[in-house]
């Protein structure tokens, strides 16, 4: 966050209540306040507001790859274990 804003968000929470989320949210619903202002705002607001993923939900490009082998791997020994039941030779 730029210094400029900081200052602005420290300045206006020296108000005994408010808090720093409550200032740029009200910077954000403020019409008279311009749209790179209030855009910037909600870039800073953001964080506080939508949470991010947890590391168990996001999965990098090794763990993403692992997983789907694992799903292939198993789609894979299904169709075996299906042929066999079915008296079909496993190996075509």
């Known amino acids: 966050m730029p210094r400029r804003i900081q200052k602005a968000v420290t300045e ?3 108000e005994p209540g408010i808090m ?3 200032y740029m949210l009200s910077i954000i619903r403020d019409p008279t306040a311009t749209q790179e202002r209030r855009d910037k705002m909600a870039i ?3 964080p506080y507001c939508h949470a991010r993923l947890t590391d168990e939900l996001r999965l990098g490009k090794k763990e993403a790859k692992k997983e789907k082998a694992k799903t292939a791997n198993t789609a894979w020994l299904a169709d075996i274990a299906l042929r066999r039941d079915r008296g079909e030779d496993a190996r075509a």
Do not use: I, N, R
């Open 12 to 14: 206006a929470t020296k």
């Open 20 to 22: 720093p989320l409550d």
């Open 44 to 46: 800073a607001a953001a």
